[in-house]
């Protein structure tokens, strides 16, 4: 028990009525809070990036990391890949963290195709530029770069990494032209060098397992741990109560 709970709950405290409020909380109640505060420890995966070159750069364009929802300001709200950003800018967010890939899965450049078992953290890089532009960039991760899916068929045959509620808006237009490129460019690091106008370009990074997303921000931590108290403290209640009737 935290030492906040405990002195709240002591007999000697003044506020002794908060712990029985806390007993009052349906267990329900508890346990969806814990399933959702362990859901919002992961964090972002994306390390850094930085626009170096092309027109993108001259018109001031620079990395921007996301974060879902998107705040888009085209199109439908939360969405992606059909003009909804209109920027200079080149873009990335965390898709889903640490998934056991369930069947051979092909990539465009790197590991192909990565071998069922393997697991992966799924990261979305894309440039939305308004006029016709060119972008040269690097992005970082927090773990080792394993594949990049740059075709519209293999976009797709991964789509089911993404789990961010986002909508990923025109898919049939996904994928790079002939002279766009985005290579592996350093163990953790990926270089994005492409020509777009629309409906963009957009690119998936798997990475390997990321120690990030599977730490709790402390935050969190503090948080978990009163939640874990105070359903502690329900059930002793109940138990007692229970052995009286």
């Given at each position: 028990?935290?030492?906040?709970?405990?002195?709240?709950?002591?007999?000697?405290?003044?506020?002794?009525?908060?712990?029985?409020?806390?007993?009052?909380?349906?267990?329900?109640?508890?346990?969806?809070?814990?399933?959702?505060?362990?859901?919002?420890?992961?964090?972002a995966t994306i390390i850094s990036g930085v626009v170096t070159g092309g027109s993108a750069l001259t018109a001031g364009g620079?990395?921007?990391?996301?974060?879902?929802?998107?705040?888009?300001?085209?199109?439908?709200?939360?969405?992606?890949?059909?003009?909804?950003?209109?920027?200079?800018?080149?873009?990335?967010?965390?898709?889903?963290?640490?998934?056991?890939?369930?069947?051979?899965?092909?990539?465009?450049?790197?590991?192909?195709?990565?071998?069922?078992?393997?697991?992966?953290?799924?990261?979305?890089?894309?440039?939305?530029?308004?006029?016709?532009?060119?972008?040269?960039?690097?992005?970082?991760?927090?773990?080792?770069?394993?594949?990049?899916?740059?075709?519209?068929?293999?976009?797709?045959s991964a789509d089911f990494l993404a789990n961010t509620g986002v909508n990923y808006l025109?898919?049939?237009?996904?994928?790079?032209?002939?002279?766009?490129?985005?290579?592996?460019?350093?163990?953790?690091?990926?270089?994005?060098?492409?020509?777009?106008?629309?409906?963009?370009?957009?690119?998936?990074?798997?990475?390997?397992?990321?120690?990030?997303?599977?730490?709790?921000?402390?935050?969190?931590?503090?948080?978990?741990?009163?939640?874990?108290?105070?359903?502690?403290?329900?059930?002793?209640?109940?138990?007692?109560?229970?052995?009286?009737?």
């Open positions: 028990m935290t030492s906040s709970v405990r002195d709240m709950c002591s007999p000697y405290s003044r506020d002794r009525g908060s712990c029985a409020r806390i007993a009052t909380i349906p267990c329900s109640f508890l346990i969806a809070t814990l399933l959702f505060l362990a859901a919002s420890s992961l964090h620079m990395f921007v990391k996301l974060t879902p929802p998107l705040s888009n300001p085209f199109g439908p709200p939360d969405s992606v890949g059909n003009d909804t950003f209109q920027s200079p800018n080149l873009f990335g967010f965390d898709e889903d963290q640490n998934i056991v890939i369930p069947s051979p899965l092909i990539a465009d450049v790197g590991l192909s195709p990565i071998p069922t078992g393997s697991v992966v953290a799924s990261h979305y890089i894309f440039f939305d530029p308004g006029p016709s532009q060119r972008v040269i960039g690097t992005v970082d991760f927090d773990s080792d770069v394993l594949a990049i899916l740059t075709s519209t068929r293999n976009l797709a025109n898919p049939g237009q996904r994928g790079l032209e002939p002279g766009d490129s985005v290579t592996i460019s350093g163990t953790r690091q990926i270089l994005f060098n492409t020509l777009a106008s629309s409906p963009g370009d957009y690119v998936r990074v798997l990475t390997a397992f990321s120690p990030a997303a599977a730490t709790p921000e402390p935050a969190s931590v503090v948080l978990l741990t009163s939640a874990l108290a105070a359903l502690a403290i329900l059930l002793h209640r109940r138990r007692r109560k229970s052995a009286r009737v």
